[in-house]
């Protein structure tokens, strides 16, 4: 069975950093990119960030370049999101989603909440 | 990154069918994810590659993409469709490819 298994949300400042991390299972990690979305409370989904297999492409929406990035380290499963210079508006719950085949995400996490304030 | 719209919300009567489109530049060309997330879960996969349903996914989803129109049709509609439908797409004709999520559609089984 895939789970994917978010965690590192919380409480944090304007201006300040935080890591999410994503535990993969059930599959074999590195047949797969792999992708961050958000979703703020009660609006819809927002792609964040994507990530090839072996790393040698990710990608970002415009709004998020230079302030998001994204990694993974296949040797322990795990996808990574490294924010930075956070702001009120990235207050979301952070999925983690598996790409499939045809450019969906096929296995989605079930979230960790990120919440910016002061 | 590439804009989707959907209507805010469909009405629909149990047993009837509801349609739910999604509007992009050229959407025909690309392929479109469907997504049914309901209250508190994550979004689930229902359609993609326009018009496949993965495993688990009831033969009553089905999926059409054409022009700048993708369509998610579910027929027979239960009171357990009643969800939020997001549709999804793959843009790779700027500099920057990226992924674009339609709004979202609030589905009401009444």
Known sequence: ????????????????????????????????????????????????????????NRGYPESLKGRFTISRDNAKNTL???????????????YCAREGFFRDFDHWGRGTLVTVSS | SYELTQPPSVS?????????????DKLGDKFV???????????????????????????????????????????GTQAMDEADYFCQAWDSSTASPSWGFGGGTKLTVL
Not at chain 1, 18 to 34: V, W
Not at chain 2, 18 to 23: K, L, R, T, V
Not at chain 2, 38 to 60: A, C, F, H, M, N
């Open chain 2, 33 to 75: 994810a469907w997504y049914q997330q309901k209250p508190g879960q994550s979004p689930v996969l229902v359609i993609y590659q326009d018009t496949k349903r993965p495993s688990g996914i009831p033969e009553r989803f089905s999926g059409s993409n054409s022009g700048n129109t993708a369509t998610l049709t579910i027929s």
């Open chain 1, 1 to 56: 069975e895939v789970q994917l298994v978010e965690s590192g949300g919380g409480l944090v400042q304007p201006g300040r950093s935080l890591r999410l991390s994503c535990e993969a299972s059930g599959f074999k990690f590195d047949d797969y990119a792999m992708n961050w979305v958000r979703q703020a409370p009660g609006k819809g989904l927002e792609w964040v960030a994507g990530i090839s297999k072996s790393s040698g």
């Open chain 2, 12 to 24: 629909v009567s149990p047993g009837q069918r509801a349609s739910i489109p999604c509007s992009g």
């Open chain 1, 80 to 94: 990574y999101l490294q924010m930075s210079s956070l702001r009120l508006e990235d207050t979301a719950l952070y």
